[in-house]
């Protein structure tokens, strides 16, 4: 799989490219500024990209920028855009086009090296990868939303790991449950919350995103 | 003749000479200014006046000036200049063709900006003021001296010897006309007490004169006093409140981030220890040292927010008020006008003052929903929140409103709180500060 990696600090951009070669992953190039970002990603058409929000020269959303900018060029190009903190704000620009193949994470979560290389796989295949810190974010702001409020604590579990972006089968493992007692769970979610079932994984994740979103 | 004497002798007579300088230009300038002061005004409304305008008060400028310099030479009545600086001129580099329309607008520019400089300045209108008035100053108080002096003068040196001239009469009272020798004696002696009082008395009469025009052609000081007192209360209040805010970070990083730091350099260092012994716990403890340092970036995380939150450095104030407003539990409208930064330091104040009251408002208020506005009035950032809470906020009772209220005052900004009993909360604030242009 081919990735273009951007991030300005040295040891986090080395650090990134011995990570992913060990999962096999082949980083065709590494970036330090947006400007360079902007032409790496339309020149390489990578499989993926890992994209640092604050990059030179501005040092404001330099990197999240760029890769917006990509994205509208190359329609999904899969871009899992990495940042010290995580904004709402950010989250719903990056997921606007409803295409797919984001995510959007706290460096922190590098630290989880198998879980951090499962979400860039995913993102690299269409999914969403978004930080746990975002969905919290988001059922906070819905707290007082009735639709929210039916949800059992489990539904809300289950609803809680579909808005990080997980399949049903990843959730099943992560709950220690059948896949089809995770089924039953979001078809109750999506009936309570009134969204239209989905047999696909990424598109149930993106129905359940725009809605907590809106 | 002792040396006293002799000094007041010759300040009197230097005085009188000034005195005569001074009614001559109060004649030659202060009619005329004022005249064109007039008319340039009554001309503003059709567009002449604004051209007319600052040549004239430039003028004006220059008589004040010179008048300065005149209390201070003759007076020693030192009399500040309130004028504000002039703006700095925007440079321009263009060639060619283009670059003549390019001058033309820059010409165009360069003007608005003196004529704004000028009539923005509060000092310009009582300049205006003070060269309508001194026409009669000038002349009455400035030239006191020499009138009293030449006038005494003729009643002793011309009028006694020319009865004839007496036709007319002579006298500051009463005219003396022709009383034979009694009238020449009257003549001589009011002539010569004239002189003297006004010999006797020019220094002190120049001073007063000087005086007068130091009420009007200085900054107003009960203004500057007031300022001072208000500066030196809001410097202390700042210095207090920084103060603290640093105690606290010292406080949170020393018992938070710091302490898990040390924890986790320990636990990779048994870690190292045993991962030969004992790989299952070194594993562990690595294990340990990772959730550490995670707890640790979190904390970290919370502390730069409450510094400077990030998404303002990224985004400014428009995106860091947008963000405030998607973490709340209730639907936020926001609108922002702002067209440019402000200074870092503005767009801190305004974001953390932003952000109480939308916490009041989900806190405190119990508020279905709220709104921001946020725009640039020209000199100020006006920011006004409102919610459709339970009302009944009073900054007066201290927490976060009143800090943020000593917060805004640093920077001689404002808040007005309406919250009555039952809602809505309305506070409007103010930040005075320039824009700086939008990032292109």
């Known amino acids: 799989m081919r990735v273009v990696i951007a991030e300005d600090l040295a040891l986090l951009r080395d650090g990134l490219i011995r990570l992913l070669s060990a999962y096999g992953f082949e980083v065709v190039e590494a970036v330090d500024n947006g400007p360079s970002l902007k032409r790496a990603l339309l020149e390489h058409r990578p499989d993926v990209a890992v994209v640092d929000v604050r990059l030179p020269p501005t040092f404001t959303d330099e990197g999240l920028r760029a890769a917006l900018d990509a994205r509208r060029e190359i329609p999904g190009l899969p871009v899992l855009v990495l940042s010290q903190h995580v904004e709402q704000l950010y989250s719903r620009e990056l997921l606007s086009d409803s295409s797919g193949g984001i995510g959007y994470l706290l460096k922190d979560r590098v630290s989880d090296v198998k879980q951090f290389v499962e979400a860039v796989r995913r993102v690299a295949d269409g999914g969403t990868a978004l930080d746990p810190d975002v969905v919290s974010q988001l059922l906070t702001r819905r707290s007082r939303d009735e639709p929210l409020k039916a949800l059992t604590p489990r539904e809300r579990e289950v609803l809680e790991l579909m808005a990080e972006g997980r399949s049903n089968a990843a959730i099943a493992g992560k709950l220690f449950v059948t896949d089809k007692a995770v089924t039953k769970h979001t078809a109750n979610i999506f009936a309570k919350l009134g969204l239209p079932v989905s047999e696909d994984d990424n598109r149930r994740v993106l129905a359940v995103l725009a809605y907590l979103h809106a | ?440």
């Not at chain 2, 005329?32 to 409304?45: C, E, K, N, Q």
């Not at chain 2, 034979?180 to 004239?194: I, K, P, Q």
């Not at chain 2, 428009?318 to 209730?330: F, H, K, S, T, Y």
């Not at chain 2, 709220?370 to 009944?392: F, P, T, Y």
């Open chain 2, 1 to 440: 003749m002792n040396g006293d004497a002799h000094d007041r002798a010759g300040v009197g007579g230097l005085a009188v000479v000034r005195s005569l300088a001074q009614a001559l230009l109060t004649h030659v300038a202060n009619l005329p200014l004022t005249i064109l002061l007039l008319v340039s005004l009554a001309l503003v409304p059709l567009g002449v006046g604004l051209v007319l305008l600052p040549p004239v008060l430039l003028a004006v400028r220059g008589l004040t000036n010179q008048q300065r310099r005149w209390a201070l030479d003759w007076s020693g009545v030192e009399i500040p200049v309130p004028y504000r600086p002039r703006p700095a001129e925007a440079s321009t580099a263009a060639g060619g063709a283009a670059g003549e329309a390019a001058r033309k607008a820059t010409r165009v520019a360069r003007w608005t900006a003196t004529v704004r400089w000028l009539l923005r300045d509060p000092a310009s209108w009582r300049d205006m003021l003070w060269t309508a008035t001194n026409s009669v100053t000038g002349l009455v108080l400035g030239g006191l001296p020499a009138a009293l002096v030449v006038y005494g003068l003729e009643g002793v040196l011309v009028m006694p010897w020319m009865p004839d001239l007496r036709t007319f009469g002579w006298g500051p009272f009463w005219p003396l006309g022709d009383y034979g020798l009694a009238g020449s004696a009257g003549c001589a002696l009011l002539g010569s007490l004239m002189a003297l009082l006004g010999w006797r008395y020019g220094p002190p009469i120049m001073r007063a004169y000087a005086l007068v025009n130091r009420s009007m052609l200085g900054p107003p000081r009960g203004r500057l006093e007031e300022r001072v007192r208000e500066l030196t209360e809001t410097r202390s209040e700042t210095v207090d409140a920084s103060a603290a805010e640093l105690r606290r970070i010292e406080r949170d990083l020393h018992d938070g981030a710091q302490a898990r730091l040390v924890a986790l350099s320990m636990h990779i260092g048994l870690a190292e220890q045993l991962v030969r012994d004992d790989p299952d716990a070194a594993v562990r403890l690595l294990a340990e040292a990772r959730e550490a340092s995670g707890t640790a970036l979190t904390e970290l995380r919370g502390l730069v927010r409450g510094i400077h939150p990030p998404v303002l450095a990224e985004r400014g104030l428009d995106g860091g008020v947008r963000a405030l407003a998607l973490a709340l539990p209730m639907p936020v409208e926001v609108t922002v006008d702002v067209p440019g930064r402000a200074a870092p330091p503005v767009e801190s104040a305004a974001y953390f003052a932003v952000a109480e009251m939308l916490a009041n408002a989900a806190k405190h208020a119990d508020a279905e929903r709220a709104w921001v506005e946020v725009r640039h009035n020209g000199s100020a950032l006006v920011m006004i929140v409102g919610d459709d809470g339970r009302g009944g906020a009073d900054p007066a009772r201290g927490g976060g409103m009143l800090g943020i209220g000593r917060r805004l005052a640093a920077f001689d900004g404002t808040m007005a709180v309406a919250s009555p009993e039952g809602g809505p909360t309305v506070v409007t604030m103010e930040l005075p500060c320039a824009l700086s242009s939008p990032k292109t």
